[in-house]
């Protein structure tokens, strides 16, 4: 959930996503057994395929659980 926070005198909108969001998702959609370096890969496709005007949702983290997958074959 996104939340009003104050950085060095300046507001700004905080939205955070953990591990264990990316960890949850990724067994609802079958894929368990993830290690930490998979769940910080999925979470640097999330990074650099970052679109302000879509943000960040579980649509675009379940694209970059797909894409990771996709990538060990």
């Not at 970052?50 to 379940?62: R, V």
Request: net charge negative.
């Amino acid at each position: 959930m996104a939340k009003l926070v104050t950085r060095n005198g300046t507001s700004v909108i905080e939205d955070l996503w953990y591990p264990d969001d990316i960890r949850q998702e990724a067994e609802a959609l079958g894929y368990e057994d993830l290690s930490m370096h998979d769940i910080e890969c999925i979470m640097e496709r999330v990074c650099e395929d970052f679109d302000a005007n879509e943000g960040i949702n579980w649509a675009t983290i379940d694209n970059a659980i797909e894409q990771e997958v996709k990538s060990w074959d």
